[in-house]
């Protein structure tokens, strides 16, 4: 993931308590996610990645207050994005297709338009079966769409019944899901994106491993290296002190710009 990128954001949570905080049940999974090593914290609604970029960035989301904060732990800042300044960024994004020269304007649409609709994702199961990170899981030929060939992919899934991951464990991908939507808002296409945390959902389990699959070449996307339930503590989710607020570059445009007081 890229620094901050639309709609791949990093990012950070509200300002830490000083006094203890209680430990609660959470899953925490050590991944690979294109070749990066990078660990997820799920707890309710709220989720944290460590490591999203090989950058060291962090992106810490708050289904409950409906916030997404980016964290940059080696220069000590930290932004936050709204739900209603996802509308505000859609609507820049909007203005900005508009002032593009037709051709332009028209291929920018064009790949807006492929991107936001939502295509059916088929799991062909191929027989084969596998254990990945000390969980048994099958692997199926993932198509999206009516492509037979090209990028297709194959992943190779731990069962939900297997209660490795269960549907409600999600619920803060979820909700960060939704809330990457609400850029769409403000384009004036009223939230019509792919909600990426649905279509996990409606898979027959969770993916241990997802490859890209191009002719005889394939690459690895994602990796499940560990999967552990245990306390989370929570300041997990909160921005260490001492860390000073700046704009989120995707409000401004601009990176690291400090937050007036």
Request: proline share 6%; aromatic share 6%; net charge positive.
């Amino acid at each position: 993931m890229s620094r901050l990128s639309l709609p791949a954001l990093a990012a950070t949570a509200a300002i830490a308590a000083l006094a203890p905080a209680r430990g609660r049940a959470g899953l925490v999974l050590q991944l690979e996610e294109r070749g990066h090593p990078s660990k997820m914290t799920l707890d309710g609604k709220k989720v944290r990645i460590d490591g999203t970029d090989g950058a060291g960035h962090v992106m810490i989301f708050d289904g409950d207050a409906q916030r997404l904060y980016q964290l940059d732990p080696a220069k000590k800042t930290y932004s936050i994005m709204t739900k209603a300044d996802t509308a505000a960024v859609g609507a820049r994004i909007k203005a900005a297709l508009a002032k593009l020269p037709p051709e332009q304007r028209a291929a920018a649409e064009a790949r807006k338009k492929s991107a936001d609709v939502h295509v059916e994702t088929k799991y062909e199961p191929t027989g084969a079966r596998s254990t990945v990170a000390g969980f048994p899981c099958q692997t199926y030929r993932i198509v999206r769409g009516e492509k037979e060939g090209g990028h297709n992919e194959q992943g190779c899934l731990i069962p939900w019944s297997a209660g490795a991951v269960k549907k409600e464990d999600l619920a803060g991908l979820v909700e960060f899901g939704k809330f990457v939507q609400s850029f769409t808002t403000g384009m004036g296409d009223g939230g019509r994106g792919r909600n990426f945390a649905d279509d996990l959902q409606r898979s027959p389990g969770f993916p241990a491993t997802v490859e890209r699959v191009e002719g005889e070449e394939r690459t690895v996307q994602h990796k499940l290296v560990s999967l552990q339930r245990t306390s989370v503590s929570a300041d997990t989710f909160e921005v260490p002190a001492g860390f000073a607020q700046v704009d989120a570059p995707a409000l401004t445009g601009r990176r690291g710009k400090p937050t007036p007081k």
